[in-house]
């Protein structure tokens, strides 16, 4: 491993701590799971948990009892069904309750844009009439000095940690992911510290139309993890699972077997 | 009431609703696609009468062509023929908000009579009968297309009364109140179920149920729906699929 990176245990070590905000990100494409296994492996308790799309990743953390608090805007197994442990949690509080604060994708965007850019929060249009606003008192309203206009508020997304996966890292540290990016840019600049597993270690980037590169001064850890965005996928290096999205509503099903694939599968 | 006469085709209801969903959109339209039953529509429409379409996945696919149904919004299927990529924040700030989208193609769990749309909880927030994945894209998709289609399959736990939880805004309390609250698309045009076509009327924006699909009847629709429905003086008769839209169809799904 070149100078400068570090294992992926000894990275979560470093930057997870009992009691933090940790974001993972990853648009479907490019999912830290195996950051997340890590995290569940040292055990870490009352994190507040940020994703727009809280999944089988979050499910697998939640289940685990890693989180006491979740910040989203979309929770589900994506053309599957529900998530069951992060129903479970809520519902009936086990492994302990999970308090729920919840935006629409595009307020969850702008709050991570607003985090990456140094502002106290963001603006967008949108939310108003829904009963989201009811529900969080982090929506607000604010009056455009300008135009008079009534906008909706939400504020900045500043985590303690913020996780990302992607497909390539030169021997400098420098980080390159394509494809789908999502706001894993914004994570990465938005986060107090910053942890990014890469598939591979390459010489050189290839110039690529939608290249996304983060440059290794603004990231505190790389760790090499090939294949750490399994079952989701890594674009040019491996395909969604999508079997595993569907095995994975029986497993999540039953807090039983939930914690026999876990102790099979992450804690082994 | 007038009916077609055509080949007998055997196909079901839910075939129906998407092929008379795909058949709204058209060609050369820039479409925000949620996934399931909107994204199956909006690619068969792009496989016969809208090649042109151009189909926009919020996980920041613009000009999306896949050659299988995407089982996710952010698939790889979805990223290797597109247009171009963009991030998350860009997608929604500047195509979305910023007023590039024509038609905003959508689902939900539950609707009303001023298509309100649920797709967050049913039963109390706080102690919920279902916990549903919650808003996503949804919101601001309504508040900000051009216009909006929605497609669901009729029935009472659907259609209801009253939202317990209003994710994404349609015509709000109907009348103007939509433009009351600063929206600026025109909100939902058209609601495609399984049993026929639902659209706003044009003063109170309530939904009137303008057409029933071939031997569905009125009551039927009534029966599945919650509240006391508006019904067109001269309700149509939906065209059955043709043998190439079903055709196609169901290559689609097999892919």
Redesign the interface.
């Known amino acids: 491993m070149p100078a400068g990176f570090v294992t992926l245990d000894d990275a979560i070590a470093t930057h997870v701590h009992d009691g933090d905000e940790v974001a993972l990100e990853g648009f479907t494409h490019l999912i830290p799971f195996a950051a997340a296994h890590e995290i569940i492996r040292q055990g870490r308790r009352d994190l507040t948990l940020v994703r727009m799309t809280p999944d089988i990743v979050y499910d697998q953390m939640i289940g685990a009892g890693c989180a006491s608090k979740l910040v989203f805007s979309w929770g589900g197994n994506p053309g599957v069904g529900s998530l069951h442990r992060m129903r479970d949690a809520v519902q009936n509080g086990w492994p302990q309750p999970l308090e729920m604060e919840e935006y629409s994708h595009a307020a969850m965007a702008m709050r991570w844009q607003a985090g990456a850019s140094g502002l106290p929060f963001a603006t967008l249009r949108g939310s108003a009439g829904t009963s989201l606003e009811h529900h969080n008192d982090n929506i607000r309203t604010v009056t455009c000095p300008f135009t008079g206009e009534q906008l909706t508020a939400v504020p900045a997304l500043n985590p303690d940690v913020g996780i990302i996966h992607a497909q390539q890292s030169d021997r400098d540290g420098n980080v390159m992911m394509w494809g789908i990016t999502g706001v894993q840019k914004e994570c990465v600049l938005a986060s107090t510290r910053s942890i990014v597993t890469v598939e591979e270690v390459v010489e050189s980037f290839t110039p690529r139309s939608n290249g996304v590169v983060l440059p290794s001064w603004c990231i505190d850890s790389v760790a090499v993890v090939p294949g750490g965005s399994h079952p989701s996928y890594a674009h040019d290096y491996s395909d969604r699972d999508n079997a595993f999205y569907s095995a994975w509503d029986p497993i999540a099903r039953e807090r039983d077997s939930f914690n026999e694939w876990m102790e099979a599968h992450v804690m082994a | 009431m007038t009916q077609l006469v055509e080949p007998v085709v055997e196909y079901t209801s839910d075939e129906m609703m998407t092929v008379q969903a795909a058949r709204a959109l058209a060609n050369g339209t820039v479409c925000f696609v949620g996934?399931?039953l909107p994204s199956t529509a909006a690619n068969l429409a792009r496989r016969l009468h809208a090649p042109e379409c151009v189909l926009v996945y919020?996980?920041?696919?613009i000009g999306a062509k896949p050659e299988v149904l995407p089982?996710?919004?952010?698939?790889?299927v979805?990223?290797e023929h597109a247009d171009?990529?963009?991030?998350?924040?860009e997608?929604?700030?500047y195509w979305?908000?910023g007023g590039r989208i024509d038609v905003g193609f959508l689902g939900a769990a539950q609707i009303d009579r001023f298509a309100n749309l649920n797709t967050?909880v049913i039963g109390d927030?706080d102690?919920?009968t279902v916990?549903?994945?919650?808003?996503?894209?949804?919101?601001?998709i309504a508040?900000?297309c051009g216009e909006v289609i929605i497609t669901l399959r009729h029935g009472t736990k659907a259609f209801v009364e009253r939202l317990d939880?209003?994710?994404?805004?349609g015509h709000?309390e109907g009348g103007d109140?939509?433009s009351r609250?600063?929206?600026?698309g025109r909100g939902p045009t058209a609601v495609i179920t399984d049993l026929g076509v639902l659209r706003p009327d044009t003063v109170t924006n309530e939904l009137t149920l303008v057409s029933v699909h071939p031997d569905v009847g009125v009551d039927q629709v009534r029966d599945a729906t919650g509240w006391a429905l508006r019904v067109a003086d001269d309700v149509e008769v939906t065209a059955p699929p043709t043998p190439v839209e079903l055709d196609v169809l169901r290559r689609l799904q097999s892919a």
């Open positions: 996934i399931g919020e996980s920041g696919c089982k996710s919004i952010g698939d790889g979805l990223a171009v990529l963009v991030s998350v924040p997608m929604f700030a979305l908000q967050t927030y102690n919920p916990r549903l994945p919650g808003a996503g894209g949804a919101p601001e508040a900000n939880f209003v994710s994404s805004v709000g109140h939509r609250l600063g929206l600026r």
